[in-house]
């Protein structure tokens, strides 16, 4: 089946630095890909939707300018944390559909740990 | 807009015996349905989907759902659970015309000897 990977698995930095994420669809092209967080024993929360070539799409309560999305091509997209706090702090999880195949084939997220 | 409820948070069952966690949903359009397992400090894995085929739905390791659509549910369930289905288990709808996906808060299995 199709594989989505993240990058870095795991990240530690200081408050106030910031930090990027990569997500790549590795046998398949995909202009659109989601990027969710998951708090410790929580569900996953959709933060935004990337697309290729154009800007991204936030949920609502989710700051555009702290969490920034470039999805430069058809298998990359990044999600960077401007100025991270200790809150920030989460399990960043990624997600590539395949339209055909209905199915989204999602990455095996990256934790981030703010100090 | 869609969404997704889960009905219970945590659900216990002795191993041999059968499972079911619950799932409702709320959608606009024709939905598509999934389950995903997530076993502790790892990815998401499929178990299976719904897509508008055949309303009983087979997946891996034994699981099934039915989707019905007057009630609005797409349960769960396996009749017989072994300890390795001791997981943390996502119910997720999505509607196809924009492929977003929306999770439920999710079930805690636990498998008691």
């Known amino acids: 089946g199709a594989v989505v990977s993240q990058h870095p698995s795991w990240v530690i930095c200081k408050s106030g630095t910031s930090v990027k994420i990569e997500c790549r669809s590795l046998d398949f092209q995909a202009t659109t890909m989601f990027w969710y967080r998951q708090f410790p024993k929580q569900s996953l929360m959709l933060m935004a939707t990337?697309?290729?070539?154009?800007?991204?799409?936030?949920e609502q309560g989710v700051e555009k300018d702290k969490f920034l999305i470039n999805h430069a091509s058809l298998t990359l997209s990044t999600l960077t944390v401007t100025s991270a706090h200790p809150e920030d702090s989460s399990f960043y999880i990624c997600?590539?559909?395949?339209?055909?195949?209905?199915?989204?084939?999602f990455g095996p997220g990256t934790r981030l740990t703010v100090t | 807009a869609q969404s997704v409820t889960q009905l219970d948070s945590h659900v216990s069952v002795s191993e041999g015996t059968p499972v079911l966690l619950r799932c409702n949903y709320s959608?606009?359009?024709?939905?598509?349905l999934f389950w995903y397992v997530q076993h502790p400090n790892k990815g998401l894995q499929l178990l299976l989907k719904?897509?508008?085929?055949?309303?009983l739905v087979k997946g891996i390791n034994g699981f099934e759902a039915e989707f019905k659509k007057s009630e609005t549910s797409f349960h769960l369930t396996k009749p017989s659970a072994h300890m390795s289905d001791a997981a943390e288990y996502f119910c997720v709808v999505s509607e196809t015309h924009d492929d977003k996906i929306i999770f439920g808060k999710g079930t805690r299995l636990h498998i008691l000897p």
């Open positions: 990337s697309n290729e070539g154009s800007k991204a799409t936030y």
């Open positions: 959608s606009s359009y024709s939905p598509s």
């Open positions: 719904y897509t508008s085929a055949a309303t």
């Open positions: 997600s590539a559909p395949d339209l055909g195949a209905y199915e989204q084939y």
